[in-house]
């Protein structure tokens, strides 16, 4: 199995330059209404639901948002995230749960077993830093702690199927923080930009897999409804429902 180090989310540092950064996908609007649009056709109301990796709480909080009732456990191994999450959903929810949890391990599902199953289950760019060993295991885990027509919703970078589609999707996604930059008024050449996209700590932490795999994984472990629901490059929405 591939070696990850499982430190770098609960740097500060880190974390503060992913937030600082994440708003700045390209199509993230419309990636989250694809996600509530799913969300709401599951026929049924969402009274329990998870959100793994959670980082800063951005999925939960749009998930609240539409369902003020429901009971939201948020699951991620970094501190700093959690402390981020914690501040975005202060009041939104009556019962909410924060579990610092490594999915890296088997034993996760301790932690949130109790407050299982979930009629819910969404993870935004978080699952890619597992190796393909363990992913597999990962959507496992998350099919036996869902409700019997309960939904996975993945929302996820994805490998690119040839190099130079992965380095068109470089440039993209440095012409996105380009904008972002210029947006908030900072004086940075899209040369130096373009070095801090390269050199980002978080880089070689990323173990991405094609989107065509991944669905015919959730396929084998027993999924049903299983599609790439989005897919812009690199960025994609895949998940399937517990029969």
């Known amino acids: 199995m591939a070696e990850i180090d499982h430190t770098i989310w609960k ?19 419309e ?39 429901a009971t939201a456990i948020l699951a991620d191994h970094s501190a700093p995230m959690l402390e ?12 909410t749960h924060f579990c610092n949890v490594d999915y890296s391990r088997p034993d996760w599902t301790k932690a949130v077993a109790e407050h299982s199953p979930f009629d819910l289950v969404v993870s935004g760019f978080s699952i890619h830093h597992q190796p393909d060993e363990r992913k597999i295991p990962i959507y496992s885990e998350i099919f036996d702690m869902l409700a ?7 929302l996820e970078h994805v490998a690119s ?16 923080l380009r904008d972002l930059a210029v947006k908030r008024g900072l004086n940075k050449s899209r040369a130096t930009i373009e ?21 015919e994984w959730l396929r084998k472990i027993g999924y049903v409804d299983v599609d ?5 490059f690199e960025l994609a929405i895949f998940g399937g429902r517990r029969p």
């Open 11 to 29: 740097s500060e540092s880190v974390v503060a330059y992913y937030l600082e950064r994440k708003d700045s996908r390209p199509f993230i609007q």
């Open 31 to 69: 990636q989250i209404g694809v996600m509530m649009r799913l969300v709401k056709d599951l026929g049924r109301p969402v009274r329990r639901f998870m959100d793994l990796g959670c980082g800063d709480g951005i999925l939960a909080a749009i998930i609240l948002d539409n369902y003020q009732d």
């Open 84 to 95: 981020a999450a914690s501040a975005k959903l202060q009041g939104l929810s009556r019962s």
């Open 148 to 154: 019997s027509g309960g939904m996975f919703i993945n």
């Open 161 to 176: 199927p040839t190099k130079p589609i992965a380095e068109l999707w470089d440039r993209i996604r440095i012409d996105s």
């Open 195 to 215: 070095k801090e996209y390269f050199e980002r700590p978080d880089r070689e932490a990323n173990l991405f897999s094609l989107v065509e795999t991944q669905c």
């Open 228 to 232: 790439c629901f989005f897919k812009y």
